[in-house]
């Protein structure tokens, strides 16, 4: 009986210590969510439209608002040159998955 007392005892201070690490966080930081909105519609509209990359104006529009877009949009177009016509979706949906599980691990 005393073992499960001491037991408790324990488990009791060591969640007590717990709960008061975690009130020890600074209070969060006033967000400005008109601006937090805009910004979310701004990525949203950007990403919902599907893009000409044979206009040079859009590309030159990638280039300056989204530069790492455009550096994987460039690694893209380098490498499509040495794909067969009729394989090019399978091949953007497997190295697009290889990519992705190198990154998981």
């Known amino acids: 009986m005393k073992k499960v007392l001491v037991v ?3 488990s009791a201070f060591a969640l007590g210590s717990v709960a008061a690490m975690a009130d020890d966080k600074a209070p ?6 008109a601006k937090l909105k805009a910004e979310r519609d701004k990525a949203k509209a950007y990403t919902a439209r ?6 040079p104006a859009n590309l030159e529009a990638i280039e300056r608002d989204h530069p790492e877009h455009y550096a994987k949009i460039q690694r893209i177009l380098s490498e499509v040159r040495h794909q067969p016509t009729g394989t090019v979706a399978t091949w ?3 190295s697009l998955m290889l990519k ?3 990154t998981l691990t």
């Open 8 to 10: 408790l005892l324990a």
């Open 100 to 102: 992705m599980s190198a």
């Open 50 to 55: 599907r893009i000409d990359l044979d206009v």
């Open 28 to 33: 969060p930081q006033p967000v400005d969510q």
């Open 92 to 94: 953007m949906r497997t």
